[in-house]
Nanobody, 124 residues
Framework: QLQASGGGLVQAGGSLRLSCAASGFNLDYYGIAWFRQAPGKEREGVSCISSINGITYYSDSVKGRFIISRDNAKATVYLQMNSLKPEDTAVYYC???????????????????WGQGTQVTVSS
């Protein structure tokens, strides 16, 4: 299971840190991604971190503002979100996949486990 937390209401320019805690499986062997879904829009991949060497990926919309990291000892992945914009408003989901590679990391079907989502609202 994955448990996402840390969402909330923040003003534009502010910061939030999301957490994704894993249980029931060994997070060490899984690539972890954050997706988000705004009302009326498709769920989109925001960031991903690989299982072995911690290689990271960011979508163009968040590059330079968001930082993904993982603490395998705590079985937790974090998404530090800085310089938030109103367009970042969405429900954020974490996902874990055992076969994540560069060509499939943005595909929802590549992930085995999903968290329940946490709401992020950025006011202007």
């Amino acid at each position: 299971q994955l448990q996402a937390s840390g969402g909330g209401l923040v003003q534009a320019g502010g910061s939030l840190r999301l957490s994704c805690a894993a249980s029931g499986f060994n997070l060490d062997y899984y690539g972890i991604a954050w997706f988000r879904q705004a009302p009326g829009k498709e769920r989109e991949g925001v960031s991903c971190i690989s299982s072995i060497n911690g290689i990271t990926y960011y979508s163009d919309s968040v590059k330079g503002r968001f930082i993904i990291s993982r603490d395998n000892a705590k079985a937790t992945v974090y998404l530090q979100m800085n310089s938030l914009k109103p367009e970042d408003t969405a429900v954020y989901y974490c996902a874990a996949g055992s076969r994540i590679i560069l060509s499939n990391l943005r595909q929802k079907s590549a992930y085995d486990y999903w968290g329940q989502g946490t709401q992020v609202t950025v006011s202007s």
